[in-house]
């Protein structure tokens, strides 16, 4: 492939940081849909709230 075709070519490093950004984005939504979840009485949400903001914070941290 080659830039004529009008594919991006982007660095990894690029790519990287990209799919790292959509990740935490995807785990901070779902955060925020768990905890919604746990305040509209569904506590079974609070572990799966609890674990999703440990692996973001994990994520977050490294970007």
């Known amino acids: ?3 004529e075709e009008g594919h991006s ?5 690029g ?3 990209r ?3 959509v990740v935490a ?3 901070l939504f779902a955060l925020s849909v ?3 979840l746990f305040l509209a009485g569904l506590e079974i949400a609070f572990p ?5 903001a440990t692996v973001a914070s ?3 941290s490294r970007s």
């Not at 070519?9 to 490093?13: N, T």
């Not at 799966?48 to 999703?52: D, F, G, P, Y």
Request: net charge positive; charged share 15%.
């Open 48 to 52: 799966v709230h609890r674990e999703t």
């Open 1 to 3: 492939m080659n830039a």
């Open 34 to 36: 768990t905890a919604g």
């Open 15 to 17: 790519k990287l940081l």
């Open 58 to 60: 994990r994520t977050s």
């Open 19 to 21: 799919v790292t950004l």
């Open 9 to 13: 070519s982007a660095p990894l490093p």
């Open 25 to 27: 984005a995807c785990l």
